[in-house]
């Protein structure tokens, strides 16, 4: 199978998971300063991972899907290759990501893809759910 990531472009249409979670402005923002990755299986969008710089200088996934059908399929792990070269281009050498301590799978993942644990905060998520911190040198 085939999966081509690449930066969504003001052209592109977004799959409706992405409109979900940030309001529009944001994602309008976030598209023109080329934050979105998107990956295609077949020409359509089954994939997003949005990205960031906290503090202005440490680049975090903020926000990463795959459609449920395509998953277990390294569509995850291809849109993180994409940045991880695009980030390495850019001279950084650490990226930082983050997954609720209540979802398996994305914490799974991290530890597959190679992240190192770096910390739970508290707080953030509604109920008792921590937000788990990763780590990885690029
Ligand atoms: C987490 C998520 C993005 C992973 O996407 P994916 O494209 O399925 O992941 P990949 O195919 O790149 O997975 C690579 C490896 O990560 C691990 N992994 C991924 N999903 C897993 C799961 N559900 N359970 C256990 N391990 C998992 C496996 O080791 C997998 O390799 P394998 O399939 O050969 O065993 C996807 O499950 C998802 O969109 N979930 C819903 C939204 C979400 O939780 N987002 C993450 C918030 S941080």
């Given amino acids: 199978m085939e999966i ?6 003001p052209y592109d249409s977004l799959p409706p998971g992405v409109a979900h979670k940030l ?13 979105i990755l998107l990956a295609y299986v077949r020409g359509q969008p089954v994939g997003w991972l949005v990205h960031n710089l906290l503090w202005a200088r440490v680049p ?7 459609e449920p059908a395509l998953q277990r399929l390294g569509v995850a792990a291809a849109m993180l290759a994409t940045l991880e ?16 301590d209540d979802n398996p799978a994305a914490l799974a993942w991290h530890l597959e893809l190679g992240f190192e644990e770096a910390g739970v905060l508290d707080g953030v998520n509604p109920g008792v759910v921590g937000e788990v911190f ?5």
């Fill in 4 to 9: 081509t990531v690449r930066r969504a472009e």
């Fill in 23 to 35: 309001p529009a402005a944001l994602l309008e923002g976030k598209r023109r300063d080329g934050a």
């Fill in 60 to 66: 975090f996934i903020e926000l990463l899907h795959v």
């Fill in 85 to 100: 070269d695009q980030l390495r281009a850019q001279g950084r050498a650490l990226l930082f990501s983050s997954a609720q």
């Fill in 134 to 138: 990763f780590r990885k040198a690029l």
